[in-house]
């Protein structure tokens, strides 16, 4: 496993461990029925949901596609403007970047708190009266809105993205993280049934999921501060891969 590599597998894993995190996790049942049109009831109910599949699938897909091109245009717009600093400037921000994702990485190990991370302030909708555009919608509003649960994690794929090399990159390391809480949702979307069946596991399993994320964040912090994976040896990459794979493995059969 390359650099690149590497790098991408951490964003993409930094978008699923969002989409379990203790404030995103939890409404997911109720986002499903917003951009559906279905009510919790149904949404439970096998005939029902057969009727609604491509309804549940396209809306979930317009959810993140909104979501998607929010998150990207702002943070790629942030990232690019990061480039513009100076050489002296891009290493000034690299180490307070790093600093404060390290902050971010206590806090979701519990060793420290920061009170404003666990007040929710994503924008909420109460009803969906335009179909799949109002799907949309709702995920530029999740996008602009950008729950603090997930707010390390934005500030960290916000500074692995401000020290990439190329606006390509940017956009390459943006649409890792974006896939990664994309993909999900929508599989929520489409087994529905089996994703309500399994919260009540799901959410046993928060306080792994949190120091999971704190793991990660620390990793993200020291490929901030050390400029990009070209620092660190093979023998620690591939280490630092597989530990990512197993830790995948291991929420996959917490899922189950």
Avoid at 4 to 28: E, R
Avoid at 147 to 159: A, R, T
């Amino acid at each position: 496993m390359d650099g690149q590599q590497l790098t991408l597998g951490v964003l993409f894993l930094a978008g699923m461990l969002s989409f379990l995190s203790p404030c995103v996790l939890p409404v997911i049942p109720a986002y499903l029925s917003l951009i559906s049109g279905l009510t919790f009831d149904q949404l439970q109910e096998a005939h029902a949901v057969r009727r609604a599949r491509w309804r549940l699938l396209l809306s979930a897909l317009a959810f993140v596609a909104g979501f998607g091109m929010v998150t990207m245009l702002m943070l790629g717009a942030f990232a690019s403007l990061i480039q513009e600093l100076p050489a002296g400037g891009q290493t000034a921000f690299r180490w307070i970047g790093g600093a404060v994702i390290l902050v971010f990485a206590l806090h979701m190990l519990g060793v420290l708190r920061i009170g404003v991370l666990f007040n929710d302030r994503r924008f909420q909708m109460t009803e969906n009266k335009f179909g799949i555009p109002g799907a949309a919608l709702m995920g530029a509003a999740f996008g602009f809105g950008w729950s603090p649960c997930i707010g390390p994690f934005l500030g960290g794929v916000l500074g692995m993205a401000g020290s990439a090399s190329s606006a390509a990159e940017i956009w390459l390391l943006l649409g890792a993280y974006v896939v990664g809480l994309a993909v999900p949702f929508v599989l929520a979307a489409l087994f529905v049934n089996l994703f309500l069946q399994s919260m009540s596991k799901l959410t046993r399993h928060m306080r792994a999921v949190e120091i999971a994320a704190g793991v990660l964040l620390l990793f993200m912090g020291v490929l901030l501060v050390t400029d990009n994976l070209s620092s660190i040896s093979p023998s620690a990459s591939s280490a630092t891969g597989q530990w990512l794979m197993q830790l995948e493995q291991r929420l996959e059969e917490g899922i189950r």
